[in-house]
């Protein structure tokens, strides 16, 4: 099984009532704790400069920072997680990052 199929499988799975905003980003600014069945999580990023993306660091208790795993403006990436853990972001120029939680 490839990880495409992996992740085509989970994607049904997508809980709209779990999803998180975090508004204008320029500090490290950590989400709420994933649900007990989250495995996965789709991050879209808007950021207000085009030229400058969001960093990210998932984990218990996260703070980003500007040496995080990089993703670029206007992106969507899905990143593995634990239940429980959270995601940092931070951002040089005011960035939102949208998070929806995906559950196995």
């Known amino acids: 099984m490839t990880q495409s199929w992996e992740l085509g499988s989970l994607v049904h799975y997508i809980d709209p009532t779990k ?9 490290a600014t950590s989400s ?8 996965l999580i ?7 400069d085009t030229d400058k993306g969001v960093h990210v660091m998932v984990n218990a208790n996260p703070t980003a920072t500007q040496i995080s795993a990089y993703i670029p403006n206007n992106s969507v990436e899905y990143l593995r997680v634990n239940p429980g ?14 998070i929806t939680e995906i559950s196995a």
């Open 85 to 98: 853990d959270k995601l940092s972001a931070f951002a040089d120029v005011a960035a939102n990052v949208f």
């Open 19 to 27: 999803s998180n905003a975090l508004v204008n980003v320029t500090t």
């Open 42 to 48: 789709r991050v879209a990023t808007q950021g207000k």
């Open 32 to 39: 709420p704790a994933f649900g007990v069945n989250t495995r």
